[in-house]
């Protein structure tokens, strides 16, 4: 009896060692944002978010899976805990509740207002301006406290994505759509829409976006060694220089 419970004993310890031993897998889920979280053709995940997380795993001894989703999906898991990282959100007060947010944003981006450029349409900061104006968002997107703050007065359309919040745009069907620059200029230029759809000044907002973790003491250790290595990699120069080729912003 003795024997087998010595057996069963370290067979328990080797078990928990092996464990151990074993690099952890982060779930890591977004949706596809251009230069931050993309798939390739030949079914690599690129981009600066990948490339940040890849260095990063490397320190900490760890395994990535990258799995894109419509962008709805990819939060709830996060808030779910069927996730470990969500790539890319910008903060506010409702997301903290739901998400346990990186300490430190990795990219920045403009907001803006974009209409057909043979359309005279008036912007000047004062939402009253727009009027009755038809107004398009990308759905689950987030713009900035003032435009949050004016949203149900302005009554959008909700797209699904910004490809065809533009082509609506070009079709007459809304007069404005909402989006950030680093998502909307690679599509102008696919859709050859460069000049007959156009940015409206001044800036609706700028955003900073962030990597998200579940909430939860179950995902605060990952989220604490995270913060970390992300302080070093941006004290050392590195965070700028994996940004600046792909033409993302960083704060």
Request: hydrophobic residues 45%.
């Amino acid at each position: 009896m003795r024997r087998w419970c010595r057996v069963l004993l370290l067979g328990l310890v080797v078990g928990a060692l092996t464990a151990q031993a074993q690099p952890r897998e982060w779930l890591v889920v977004g949706t596809p944002f251009p230069q931050i979280f993309e798939q390739g053709d030949d079914g690599d995940v690129h981009g600066l978010a990948p490339a940040i997380l890849r260095q990063i795993a490397v320190q900490l001894g760890a395994e990535l899976r990258f799995e894109l989703y419509p962008w709805t999906r990819a939060q709830r898991m996060v808030e779910l805990g069927q996730a470990d990282i969500l790539v890319g959100p910008y903060r506010t007060a409702e997301r903290e509740a739901r998400f346990a947010f990186a300490a430190a944003p990795f990219y920045q981006d403009r907001i803006v207002f974009y209409v057909r450029g043979d359309k005279r349409i008036t912007w000047n900061g004062d939402y009253a301006s727009l009027g009755s104006r038809r107004l398009a968002v990308v759905r689950g997107w987030i713009y900035g406290s003032r435009f949050e703050a004016r949203r149900a007065d302005l009554h959008p359309v909700a797209v699904e994505t910004v490809r065809n919040g533009l082509r609506m745009l070009d079709a007459g069907r809304i007069d404005l759509l909402a989006s950030n620059q680093r998502n909307t200029v690679p599509l102008l230029q696919a859709l050859g829409l460069r000049g007959r759809i156009v940015e409206l000044a001044p800036l609706i907002d700028v955003q900073r976006g962030y990597f998200a973790f579940p909430r939860g003491p179950g995902h605060d250790p990952l989220r604490q060694r995270f913060d970390q290595a992300f302080a070093a990699l941006v004290a050392s120069g590195e965070l700028a220089r994996l940004a600046t080729p792909l033409g993302v912003n960083v704060p």
